[in-house]
Structures are given as structure tokens and as C-alpha cells.
């Protein structure tokens, strides 16, 4: 074949893969890293390729490590490349692959150079597993023996050999049909810091020496260290990073108060800065490397279902990663909780995936959402077939109407999927979509989605939720000292599904890049740190128009130099006050919508809490035993805001709140609505007939069926497609 020149690039209004001239729906099968089903040349991954190849997917994605190149005794081949190519081409000759490249060091390399490795302040390393059946990554999310993301010496040593890899694989005909590459590193591969979810890391020299040099960079001089962390006895020398004290003690309740804790909040910055780094490094290399143009991507922009642990391992410095010209997309599993595998739950991106658009990359969902058929000789094989059916419709057609792609990832041929008794699979070691009913629907989808994606792109959303990624440097991170973005930023969301209305997501720090004009509500979320030309910027063109503005929690209470109450009123135009209440404050509504409902976020005392003390706002909610109002909607010459004092856990809150907004709702159930790309998508845990409201204003009753059901409209005629 014909080498493949490729990149991404906005048509149509969305970022656009192109192989060649010719632009690519982005509808992929990958299959995974784990043994006994990774490998492309095998019998069983070959069925499944084939499977999928006969849906029209031509677009596959492989995994490859350094290991399996990089020996020890200093050979370097391709290989185990070529063969995972060529695996791939034997059952589609037309096929475009990209590779997940591992460019973490191999195993041999660690052992040689332990003085490199990540170490923590509250544990050891665990010994790293030897061979057999074990996956390379096999115990990465606990607290490895992990070489740390901030050494220059894997930097020095594995770039080059990554670029070896670009110039020895380019020249094989099996690098024809390389399209792209997704550099992996991290947790799993995802870029998480080692150890993230359960530890503290990085104690090590490397990261030391790192810090170290970060400082000198942003403070130039040991003095103005010393301003910045309050400490007269620090210097540029003497430095290092916090340990697992120094970051659980927040010191202004939840919050970090930047003019003691600057420390903290510069070591995570510079940690996050390191890793993003490091992806763009990699990036840039294959790049620079690869004779032709190549896509480059990686596992990044993680926001929700990060388990409450942000700061120490998440993905805060997307902006940075957006803004370098060397990366191309970003990805990532879809979200895994609240209720993500349950019928007629929704099925939602794990990043704040308009940023991506917005910035002209585009956003790849990993769909790994596990199957769970039981033997066909069970008397509910074919329910739960239709269920999976309906199920794998709701996750693919959801990519579609936000804009972005996704890819199928198998662990069914790995044999992960089988069981005993009545969750044995004898489907389970060919993979999670291989029965005939379910590969025929995803036939029909791509056909669908491969039609429509020739047309321009446009959301439907009229509701925009704002996140903010930078704020987590300025709250608790550490077990339970962050009450507060867990449920606000995955379970309130979860109740915007549920009200009917289709929402867009976007970053605070890309709001300025919005077109503001479509929207009637816009959600300020997790908003706690903003400056003043942020908040500016909302009072002088968000605020307006008659929008409705949702304020949650304590929103600008920091600008980054100091947290004051006068920065939310600023933000709001809300009169806002600290108060203070002993033991788990509790919500209590007296709204006419939802009288009755109580929340609250922890059975431990949460400070700082807040209440409206405006007199013009109407009161929809008060503390439970006080007068003080945690819930009130003000209106405005230009706008009307409401803010919440604490978030829930219970989405019949967030569902209620957007209800009461001008928002569009599309259904009269609690159904989910995705809209977008020129499709409606409503799904149903129950079935029935529905009342569907198309945003022209065309009202028609809808028969969704018995049980779970995912049904696709023409969001312009409400012609049911699916």
C-alpha cells in the first residue's frame, strides 16, 4: 500500500482526522495490552478485526511498548511492531493503524537505574511482577516501581531510541499504514503520576532536582522564594518538595490559603507541568522523526471520574497540552462512575471535551464498557442481548453529537471476560461484541454516523457548564479534605442529564473563545479560583442577555493570592457571607419544585460554607436548623443568578435546579438526551411513550419501547433513524 500521510484538522466546524486528502469518521477497534489477546496475528483478535472490518471499520489501534523493542543487552528491532501491523493487514488490507507506543523505560532499564525510580512519602515500592501472564502495566495503579516522570535520564535515553523507532519502522512496509501514534506513559499509560490514587508521590531525586529548577525559574531569586512561601529561611537551594503532611494540611478548611501554602500549590503545578511535558517531548520527537505527517495523541484531559485525587494525579495542565502544536488528539476511557454501566444511565466523556474543539484537537473516547451477556443457554440471553444492543448504541451515537470519536477497546480477547456459572461467557474469549445482533447495530450506526459526518457539525446544547482545572491546585486533595468536587462535578451533572436539556462543557480558562450566543443557562461548576479578568469578563458578557447563571459553592473565593469572601461577590454580584456550622451541615429545600429535599456532602464539619444574605434574592433553600439561605435565585436587569450552597449526591438536585431554568427540554421524562451532529439520542431505562419537543418547536409523542431503549432522531424532523 501506498504510505499514509495523516492529520487533524477543523472541517465541517469539528477537528477532523484526514488520511491523505480524504477526511475520516473517527470510529476505531483497538485491541488491548493484555496477554493472551493483544497480539494482532492471533486467532481470536483476528476474528475480531474481521468482525469489525465487515461493519466498514478500517480505522485499528494496537499497543506496543519499549520492552518489546529496547532488549538489554542493547539489540533494538521493530519487530513486534511490524508483526502487530501486519496482524492487523492480513484481515484488512486497507486498514490505517495507529500504535499506543509505551515510552516509559522497559523493565530491564528500571532494574539497572532503581536511584530514577518514583519514590513515596507514605510507602515503599512495591517489587514489580516478573513475566508470565502478567501485563507490562499490570500494577501500575497501586504504588510501583516506576521510573519517575521528572528523570532526565529516561528522558536522554528513550527519546532517542523512541526516534529510532520512527526511522528503522517508517522504512517497513508495514509502516505504510501507520497513521498515527498515542505516546503512553504514566498509570496504565494514561499520564497519571505513579501512585496517585492511594499515595503521595514524588519524594525522589529526580523530582527534587526538578522542583528545584522549576523554582529557579518562576522566582529567579531566593527572595522572592521567600515572599511567595512566607518563609524567611527558605532559599532556591534548600528547597524540596512537600511531603504527605504539608499537603493535607490545607489551612482555610477545604481551601489552600495561597499565602501559606504557596508551597504545596507550586510543587503540584510544577508536577503537573512535568508530566505534560513529558507528552509533549514524546510527541514532538515521533513528529519530528516520522519522514511523513503523523497524527500524535495521548491518554490526557482526564476531569471526571479522577477519584477525588486531582491534584496529586490528574491531568491540571491540559491547557498546556491543547496549546502545543505537536499533539494532535487527546483521549481517554469514558467516564466510569456514577452508575455508568446501569440501563439508561448516561454515557459521558471523562474530559471537558469542548475545550478540545475549541482549541482544534480532537477528543477520542476510549469505549471500554464491558459487556455482560450471559451464556446463550440462559433463558435471558436474548434480553440482555437487546439491552447490550441498546447500551452500545447510547455510547457510540454519544461521541457523534458532542463532535469527537472514539474507539471500541476489547478486553474480551484477552479471556478477562470469562467467568463461572451464570457470568460465564461463551462468547467472553472472542470479545465483548461478538455476537451477530450486536455487530449488525453497529453496522447500522456507523453507516448513520459515517453519513452525517459529511454534514457541518453544530451542538444543539443551550446550557453551558463552566469546570475549572486549575482550582484543584487551591483545595484538599488528600482522602476526605475535598467534600466538594466529587459530587459537584459528577453527580450534580448527572441530574443536568436527566432534565431533559442538552448541555456543553468547557473549560474557565477557554470561556473567553465561546460564542456565547447560543446559550440561555450557563453553569459555573467547580469555579474557585478566577481573576479579575475572568471575572470581568462574566459580568461584562456572560451576565447578560437574560441568561441564567448557576453559581455553586464558593465560586472565585480565590484569585490565586488570597481567598476572600469579597472575590465571590465580585464574581456573583450576589451578597454572599462566611458562616460557620458544627458537625455535616445539611440543605434543606423549601422550594415549591422539590419542598422537602435534604442534602448535604459530609457527616463532618465543612468550612468554609456560605450564605446568601442579599435581600432582593428569593430563598429556595436554607441550612437545616438556621435561617441562613444555602439556596437562592436574584434577578437582575441582565441576568438571574442562582447559587447553591453545597452540592448532592442525589442528581434529583442538579435535575430540579436546570428545570427551573429556560433551558430547552427535549422530553417529559427522566430520560437522557444527547443532541448534536444532527442527531437527538433519548434514552430509556423503562420505555413508554414520551412527549418529544424538537428545538423548532414540533411536539410528537415517541414510542420508545419496552424496557432499556436508545432511539436516534433527525434533530431537524424528529424522523426516528434507529
Not at 383 to 394: A, D, I, K, L
Not at 526 to 548: I, L, P, S
Request: charged fraction near 25%.
Amino acid at each position: 500500500m501506498n504510505p499514509i500521510s495523516s492529520r487533524v484538522q477543523m472541517h465541517n466546524n469539528r477537528p477532523t482526522l484526514y488520511l491523505g486528502d480524504e477526511p475520516q469518521s473517527p470510529f476505531f477497534y483497538a485491541l488491548t495490552d493484555v496477554p493472551g489477546g493483544r497480539w494482532s496475528w492471533e486467532e481470536l483478535p483476528q476474528h475480531n478485526i474481521a468482525r469489525f472490518a465487515a461493519q466498514g471499520v478500517t480505522l485499528f489501534q494496537l499497543d506496543i511498548a519499549l520492552d518489546h523493542m529496547w532488549l538489554a543487552d542493547g539489540r533494538f528491532s521493530v519487530e513486534m511492531a511490524q508483526k502487530q501491523v501486519r496482524g492487523v493487514l492480513e484481515v484488512c488490507p486497507t486498514a490505517a493503524v495507529f500504535l499506543r507506543l509505551h515510552v516509559r523505560p522497559p523493565k530491564w532499564w528500571m532494574l539497572r537505574h532503581p536511584e530514577e525510580n518514583t519514590t513515596y512519602f507514605d510507602s515503599d515500592s512495591l517489587p514489580d511482577l516478573d513475566g508470565g501472564f502478567y501485563r507490562l502495566i499490570e500494577e501500575d495503579a497501586a504504588n510501583p516501581s516506576r521510573t519517575s516522570l521528572a528523570s532526565q535520564k529516561w528522558r536522554d535515553e528513550c527519546q532517542p531510541i523512541v526516534r529510532r523507532f520512527c526511522q528503522e519502522f517508517s522504512q517497513m512496509p508495514e509502516g505504510n499504514a501507520l497513521a498515527g501514534v498515542q505516546v503512553a506513559g504514566g498509570v496504565y499509560g494514561e499520564w497519571h503520576y505513579w501512585g496517585f490514587i492511594g499515595h503521595e508521590p514524588d519524594a525522589s531525586v529526580p523530582m527534587q532536582r526538578h522542583f528545584r529548577t522549576w523554582l529557579q525559574n518562576k522566582y529567579a531569586n531566593s527572595s522572592a522564594l521567600q515572599k511567595a512561601w512566607n518563609d524567611p529561611d527558605i532559599t532556591l537551594e534548600s528547597a524540596t518538595v512537600p511531603d504527605k503532611a504539608a499537603r493535607q494540611h490545607t489551612s482555610d478548611g477545604v481551601f489552600r490559603d495561597p499565602q501559606l501554602k504557596m508551597r504545596v500549590v507550586d510543587y503540584y503545578r510544577c508536577q503537573h507541568e512535568c508530566v505534560a511535558d513529558c507528552i509533549i517531548l514524546f510527541a514532538r520527537t515521533i513528529k519530528e522523526s516520522w519522514p511523513r505527517p503523523i497524527v500524535t495523541g495521548a491518554f490526557y484531559g482526564y476531569f471526571f471520574s479522577t477519584f477525588g485525587r486531582d491534584a496529586a494525579g490528574g491531568h491540571l495542565e491540559v491547557g498546556r497540552v491543547l496549546d502545543s502544536p505537536h499533539v494532535d488528539y487527546l483521549s481517554g476511557p469514558a467516564a466510569y462512575y456514577p452508575d455508568v454501566e446501569r440501563n439508561g444511565e448516561p454515557y459521558r466523556s471523562r474530559s471537558i471535551i469542548d475545550s478540545c474543539r475549541l482549541h482544534g484537537k480532537l477528543w477520542l473516547d476510549e469505549m471500554d464498557k464491558r459487556t455482560h451477556l450471559p451464556s446463550r443457554f440462559l433463558e435471558d440471553y436474548k434480553q440482555v442481548e437487546r439491552e447490550t444492543v441498546m447500551n452500545v448504541r447510547r455510547n457510540i451515537t454519544y461521541p457523534h453529537t458532542r463532535g469527537t470519536g472514539f474507539w471500541f477497546y476489547d478486553f474480551g480477547p484477552s479471556g478477562m471476560a470469562s467467568g463461572i456459572g451464570k457470568n460465564a461467557t461463551d462468547h467472553g474469549n472472542r470479545g465483548w461484541w461478538d455476537t451477530l445482533a450486536i455487530q449488525e447495530d453497529i453496522g447500522r450506526v456507523r453507516a448513520l454516523l459515517q453519513e452525517r459526518y459529511a454534514q457541518s457539525y453544530e451542538s444543539d446544547a443551550d446550557v453551558l457548564c463552566v469546570f475549572d482545572t486549575e482550582s484543584y491546585y487551591y483545595i484538599g486533595s488528600v482522602g476526605s479534605s475535598d467534600p466538594i468536587g466529587v459530587p459537584l462535578v459528577n453527580w450534580m451533572t448527572l441530574g443536568f442529564y436527566r432534565a431533559g436539556v442538552v448541555f456543553d462543557q468547557v473549560r474557565l480558562a477557554d470561556l473567553e473563545r465561546v460564542d456565547l450566543s447560543r446559550y440561555k443557562v450557563v453553569a459555573f461548576m467547580n469555579t474557585w479560583k478566577m481573576t479579575e479578568q475572568q471575572r470581568r469578563f462574566v459580568r461584562d458578557h456572560v451576565a447578560q442577555h437574560g441568561r441564567h447563571l448557576l453559581w455553586n459553592y464558593a465560586p472565585a473565593y480565590t484569585d490565586g493570592t488570597r481567598n476572600d469572601t469579597s472575590l465571590m461577590r465580585d464574581a456573583t454580584q450576589l451578597k454572599l457571607d462566611r458562616i460557620a456550622i458544627e458537625g455535616g451541615a445539611q440543605i434543606v429545600s423549601n422550594a415549591p419544585w422539590n419542598v422537602g429535599l435534604k442534602w448535604g456532602v459530609s457527616a463532618e464539619t465543612v468550612t468554609p460554607l456560605f450564605a446568601v444574605t442579599d435581600e432582593a434574592a428569593e430563598a429556595w433553600a436554607h441550612y437545616e436548623s438556621t435561617s441562613l439561605t444555602a439556596v437562592a435565585r436574584k434577578r437582575f436587569e441582565t441576568h438571574t443568578a442562582v447559587y447553591v450552597g453545597l452540592p448532592s449526591y442525589d442528581p434529583n438536585l442538579g435535575k430540579e435546579l436546570m428545570r427551573q431554568t429556560p433551558a430547552h427540554r427535549y422530553t417529559d421524562g427522566d430520560d437522557v438526551v444527547y443532541a448534536g451532529g444532527g442527531l437527538l439520542v433519548i434514552v430509556s431505562a423503562n420505555g413508554g411513550t414520551r412527549q418529544v419537543t424538537l428545538r423548532g418547536g414540533k411536539t410528537f409523542n415517541l414510542e420508545m419501547g419496552e424496557g432499556v431503549s436508545t432511539r436516534v432522531l433527525d434533530a431537524r424532523t424528529g424522523e426516528v433513524l434507529l
